[in-house]
């Protein structure tokens, strides 16, 4: 029999203000855990005020097949620092990354991690392959495009992905608990393939919703992201594999 560490999936939710989202998404994580070994989902809260800290404190105690473990924080540090605290947590050898506020829909997960099982490193759920449809407003559209150009112009190895953009991805802990917890960053995906150049990579597609509740933590409706996401890519423009700059010793 495996063991938790050998099978397990930790799921990492990056959350801030995500209430009216998370029923809907607990119900369907139960559902696709009775598929494939999720063993923990990780909520690293980033000073939710709408109700979020309490919802998740009700719903660990509750029963389900995982464990839920809520990090609770008092500021907005940006998803790469929460997702990495969140890896840094889990005792599951995979884990998986999406957001809160559904979409990225838990189905796809049982998908992804079929590929693991064939011996892909690292999975990314893609918007922008297959039989993938992405449904949202035409100017997120834009700036998210231009986010991606932008990627694929500057950052050479992300080139091998349709979607480096991808908020969604699943991954060996390994590659992700020792990175340094950079702040004000949104782009965990880079910064694993900056550092892990040669991981057997591949993209599962899936649709993309617009969100039906609250407001984008990350794309707004201004082209100033595209600004802050230039200097993030500049971030890992300059970073080479097992950079010791960007690499902690032993786990949190």
Not at 49 to 58: I, M, N, S, V
Not at 137 to 152: C, D, E, F, K, Q
Request: net charge neutral; hydrophobic share 35%; proline share 5%.
């Amino acid at each position: 029999m495996l063991s938790h560490e050998e099978s397990g999936i930790a799921i990492v939710l990056p959350i801030l203000d995500e209430r009216p989202n998370l029923t809907g998404l607990f119900s369907r994580l139960d559902l696709e855990a009775a598929k494939i070994p999720i063993r923990e989902v990780i909520c690293v809260d980033d000073g939710s005020r709408d109700g979020t800290l309490e919802y998740l404190k009700e719903e660990a105690s509750k029963s389900h097949i995982f464990h839920i473990e809520i990090v609770e924080r008092h500021e907005k540090q940006g998803q790469v620092n929460a997702c990495i605290t969140g890896a840094g947590m889990a005792s599951s050898r995979y884990v998986a990354f999406m957001d809160a506020d559904l979409q990225h829909p838990p189905e796809t997960l049982s998908a992804m991690y079929a590929q693991t099982q064939l011996g892909y490193e690292l999975v990314v759920g893609c918007r922008y392959h297959g039989k993938a449809a992405v449904h949202r407003y035409p100017s997120r559209g834009v700036i998210s495009r231009g986010a991606m150009g932008l990627s694929h112009l500057l950052l050479s190895w992300s080139r091998q992905l349709k979607d480096p953009m991808s908020g969604f991805f699943l991954t060996e802990r390994r590659y992700v608990e020792k990175l340094i917890p950079l702040n004000n960053r949104c782009k965990l995906l880079l910064y694993v393939l900056a550092t892990n150049k040669d991981l057997r990579t591949i993209e599962v597609p899936y649709s993309f919703e617009e969100r039906a509740h609250g407001e984008s933590k990350t794309v707004n409706p201004g082209f100033g992201f595209i600004f802050r996401y230039l200097i993030e890519i500049l971030t890992y423009f300059k970073i080479s594999p097992s950079d010791p700059r960007y690499e902690r010793s032993g786990r949190n």
